[in-house]
């Protein structure tokens, strides 16, 4: 359907229209306060009848237990469009009024499963008693998760691998516990030599999840080489079309930087943040903060001021799904502490990186891949590529499998120039998996 017709559509339906949005995969459409719709199809065609508010007179009390095909089709469709949050709420609005309904609750688990909660998703499966893959796969994951993971980053400055392991268990229906165990193996490249430290960090995590869509989670961390220990916490408020986040850590373990390579380190770090979904192909975000750097035993040595935002914007959603998007990420020096050398002691520089690259994405199968690739530019330094290739694949019910590489000129504290960076994830879920 052209934007032609749909304009159309919209003059000849006026006052009766309440909300049309439309994309090249979806179409939502709900009357206006008080008008009822109706609809009926003829093969490739739908035919809508509005009916205005009735008076009050002739109101009569309706029973029906049963939602409407355009009920249903209008949750799906906001999820679909990118609104999960705006589906959800529409779901358990539906659940309520229609409480016997089996497909009103199969969605509402549905859309809790899109909106990120799991264990919300895996109780209502289990009281459908639904044993397709999806449901089987959120049942299993619920009671918690088991990863292992291996990060490595090469650099001009400072190369590093990072292997972890972690376990994450629910502990009821709104808790979950977690903690893990880092190992950082570093080499720092000097002018005629390259210098090579290991450290383990330790880390542990309580999140718990309320109403409203807000989650908050503790987090605490300890370096068993330096003796730095740090904690903080993180509270994200809202859905993924729009949200917002605070992050307060103080002397977490940081190997940021060569100085905290060689030395131990920590990271103090004030972060707010917001997303939202403008359109259903147009989505923003943005982050501001304070960093405060500083070496083990000694007090903070560097302040900057951070700034990241972003904006995607996707072209066509069928298969393969294109797309455009745009990421600015800057770090502003704002004190750096000098030694008796008169040099910095976590020295840093001041970066802007500005990034836009094109994006493909699809299914092949079960397997999620996605690639990236652009360019950069950095106010302060230098310009060059930037692209990555990832993936993510379902193993049965219980495996997972995540994966991503790539080059990148983006420059971060410790990492100037090209990298090169690959992830590896492989997680297994906790629960039944009959």
């Known amino acids: ?33 008080g008008w009822t719709m109706t609809w009926r199809q003829a093969g490739p065609l739908i035919a809508l009848t509005f009916s205005p508010p009735a008076s009050d007179d002739a109101l009569v009390e309706i029973v029906d237990d049963k939602a409407s095909d355009a009920a249903l089709t209008a949750v799906e469709a906001d999820a679909t469009a990118g609104y999960p949050g705006q589906a959800l709420r529409a779901a358990k609005a539906l659940a309520k009024r229609y409480p ?51 990060v490595a980053r090469d650099g001009s400055d400072l190369s590093q691998a990072e292997f972890g392991a972690r376990i994450d268990a629910a502990i009821g229906d709104s808790i979950v516990a977690g903690g893990g165990l880092r190992r950082v193996v570093s080499s720092v490249h000097a002018d005629t030599q390259t210098r090579r430290a290991g450290d383990t960090v330790l880390d542990a995590s309580l999140a718990a999840a309320f109403d409203g869509a807000v989650r908050v989670q503790l987090l605490a961390s300890a370096a068993l080489d330096d003796g730095v220990t740090g904690g903080g916490a993180k509270a994200v408020a809202g859905s993924a079309d729009a949200q917002f986040r605070v992050t307060l850590t103080r002397h977490m373990p940081d190997y940021s930087t060569p100085a905290q390579v060689l030395a131990g380190g920590y990271l103090s770090r004030a972060l707010l943040g917001v997303t939202y979904r403008l359109t259903p192909g147009l989505v923003a975000q943005a982050d501001i903060g304070a960093n405060r750097y500083g070496l083990a035993g000694r007090g903070g040595a560097s302040d900057t001021i951070v700034a990241n935002g972003g904006l995607d914007y996707l072209i ?33 520089a001041t970066r802007e990186n500005h990034t836009v690259q094109g994006l493909v994405s699809g299914a092949l199968g079960t397997v999620q891949m996605t690639a990236l690739a652009g360019w950069t530019v950095d106010r302060f330094g230098g310009d060059g590529p930037t692209a990555s290739l990832g993936i993510a694949a379902p193993i049965g019910v219980a495996w997972r499998v995540e994966g991503s590489g790539g080059i990148t000129s983006i420059a971060r504290p410790g990492f100037t120039g090209r990298q090169l960076y690959a992830r590896a994830l492989l997680t297994r879920s906790l629960g039944d998996t009959q």
Do not use: K
């Not at 609750?105 to 799991?118: E, I, N």
């Not at 895996?122 to 796969?137: F, G, H, I, N, Q």
């Not at 502003?332 to 910095?344: H, I, N, T």
């Open 1 to 33: 359907m052209t934007s032609d017709r749909i304009d159309a559509f919209r003059e000849t339906a006026g006052d009766a229209i309440g909300d049309l949005r439309w994309n090249d995969n979806s179409l939502v459409l709900r009357p206006a306060t």
């Open 100 to 150: 016997t309904d089996r497909r009103v609750a199969r969605m509402l688990a549905d859309t809790r499963l899109a909106d990120g909660d799991v264990q919300g998703a895996a109780r209502d499966y289990r009281a459908l008693a639904a044993d397709d893959l999806t449901a089987r796969r959120a049942i299993a994951a619920a009671p918690g998760t088991a990863s292992v993971g291996v």
């Open 316 to 348: 066509r959603r069928q298969f393969p799904a294109l797309g455009l998007t745009y990421r600015f990420e800057a770090e502003y020096v704002q004190r750096m502490q000098l030694g008796a050398d008169s040099l910095g002691i976590i020295p840093l």
